[in-house]
């Protein structure tokens, strides 16, 4: 795992203190990610990785898992 | 068309019609399932013939689903069989829902498959599947002589909402209610079968009797938007624009979101025509940027409480208000009558606050099983001895502003509204006394954070307990934000806890 992906973990795990997320839990499919949620989630990241999340950024696909988060987040570090 | 919409005598006389002049026209579509009029009128046939057979005519029924077509399929099947339903909110903590049945005391809970074990907790033999119940073969004779037998001062449904002391109000609206209230909105809001509304808010809110029964009077089309949508706004857009969504009546929070992401700036809305909203505080700058991208599109600002069936003023906005200005609550619905009445029972003079009082068809009928607190919210008119129509006391403080339009002040004790959701602080604090080890506790709003924060005394609890004890009790809408120790609560001179004194720590500690 890429240390990206293991910041994203910890940030779950604070925005979803309750759950447990592996890689291969949907957090979409779940019902886990709702608009409160996903509005501190995207905080949260923000913050971590010094990057901006457009809302063209904010789809089921992007934040499926911490695995795709953690692409997302590289993606935008890179631009 | 308003004769069409008074000659109604009960909600069924609605579906009747439209089914007649829109069989084949969607009324009601979840994303997975959709309904078509004349499906919509058989299946409530169907639904209310099966509930004849287990004995549930002209009984209270309990629906437990989960946000689907099959919510409303349920609701009119209920009132086919010229019964009472209450549509119980399929995440709301167990203690809560045997609180609700408690009360309500159904003849039969309607499930699914994912509902039923819950269902079989709460009134164990006495569940049905709503898929069964759909296949059942309409007894049209039996159905008749219910809708014949049927009174408009019958009841449609009991709205729960929170209590101050930790048990939920159970309101009672009845077809009456609904057909006075809903003959209003559609015609204020010129709502047809062109009508095509995106629907947010869930079906235990009182919002959705608005364009749930808006669209079964008029023959318009609703879609249910699936919850997950406001967590991907730009998903939520292309949703909206491939059903040409025209309608929305949404609580502030839900514009909000659209608004925080800038999403219409990269995603625009293309055929929204109608934007009402309701439930909370409508900031102005929210409202300016939705009239900044939708130029051609009617808004309004709806207010209500549930014990008007939903809404008793409205204010369309007609000019663009600075974003410091607030938005005003408007004026009495045509039908509705409303009073500002200051603390001694005399009318309030114009720009003088005073306490809102609803009167006319839109009241409800009162509590259920509370006759304490129906007597002291549904009072006798104070301004009219020979009227014996109950007048509903909001608990609302307004003032009228020199435009003949009402603005909203406060509330007159611990009620607040949170992303459109009605809570009881006293809701919250009793669910955190029934935590052992927590002397005592009080919950106050920081308003300009849209926070709940918690303070407790006591010794032997830990937050953790405490916490597992509010979710026990607690729909997730009401957890506080923020969870305090003190070693004692702060008292004014009353005695009373002191809650100014409160959120005066709360700005301190953040």
Sequence with gaps: MSTTEDNVREIL?????????????????????????????????????????????????????ATTIAALVDRLEQD | MREMKSKASNVVDWLQRSANLYPDKVAFDDGTRSVTFAQLYKQSCAVATRLAREGAV????????????????S???????????????????ADRLVSIIKTFKPAVLITCDRTAEMGETLLPGRCIRLKDACN????????????????????LYVLFTSGSTGTPKGVMVTHANVLAYVGWFSTCFAIGPDTVFGSQTPLYFSMSVSDVFSTICC?????????????????????????????????????GIISRWDVLSVAPLKSIANVMFAGEVM?????????????????????????????????????????????????????????????????????????????????????????????????QDPFDASD???????????????????????????????????????????????????????????ATKNQIVLFC??????????????????????????????RSLPVNRNGKTDRRALLAVCSVKA
């Design chain 1, 13 to 65: 795990a604070k925005t979803f203190p309750d759950k447990d997320l592996s890689s291969e839990d949907n957090l979409v499919t779940s019902g886990e990610i709702d608009s409160m949620s996903a509005i501190m989630l995207v905080g949260e990241l923000e913050d971590e990785f010094g990057i901006s999340i457009s809302p063209l950024d904010m789809t089921p696909e992007n934040f499926a898992s």
């Design chain 2, 58 to 73: 002209r009984e209270h029924v309990a629906i437990l689903l989960p946000r689907s077509v099959g919510q409303v399929i």
């Design chain 2, 75 to 93: 609701m009119m099947g209920v009132a086919c069989a010229g019964g009472c339903y209450v549509v119980l909110d399929d995440g709301s903590p």
């Design chain 2, 136 to 155: 059942e073969a309409p007894n049209d004779s039996l159905l008749a002589d219910i809708h014949l037998a049927a009174k408009p001062s019958d009841l």
């Design chain 2, 219 to 255: 023959g318009a089309t609703l879609f249910l938007i699936p919850r997950m949508l406001f967590a991907f706004p730009v998903r939520l857009i292309s949703w909206l624009n491939e059903r040409k969504v025209n309608t929305l009546y949404w609580v502030p929070t839900a514009l």
């Design chain 2, 283 to 379: 900031p102005t700058p929210t409202l300016n940027y939705w009239m900044d991208h939708l130029p051609a599109a009617h808004f309004a600002n709806l207010f209500g409480p549930t014990e008007t069936t939903d809404i008793c003023a409205y204010y369309k906005v007609t000019h663009r208000l600075a974003d410091g200005e607030p938005l005003p609550i408007g004026h009495a619905c045509e039908g509705c009558r409303t009073a500002i009445v200051r603390e001694d029972g005399s009318l309030a003079a114009p720009g003088e606050e005073g306490e809102l009082y609803v009167a006319g068809p839109f009241v409800a009928a009162g509590y259920l099983n509370d006759a304490a607190r129906t007597r002291a919210s549904f009072v």
């Design chain 2, 388 to 446: 014996p129509r109950p007048v509903y006391r909001t608990g609302d403080i307004v003032r009228l502003g020199e435009d003949h339009e009402m603005r909203y002040v406060s509330r007159k004790d611990t009620q607040i509204k949170r992303s459109g959701y009605r809570i009881e602080l006293g809701e919250v604090e009793a669910a955190a006394t029934a935590c052992a080890g927590v002397a005592s506790c009080a919950a106050v709003f920081e």
């Design chain 2, 457 to 486: 005394t006591g010794r032997g609890f830990d937050s953790e307990a405490l916490t597992s004890a509010l979710r026990a009790r607690l729909p997730k809408y009401m957890m506080p934000d923020r969870i305090e120790t003190l």
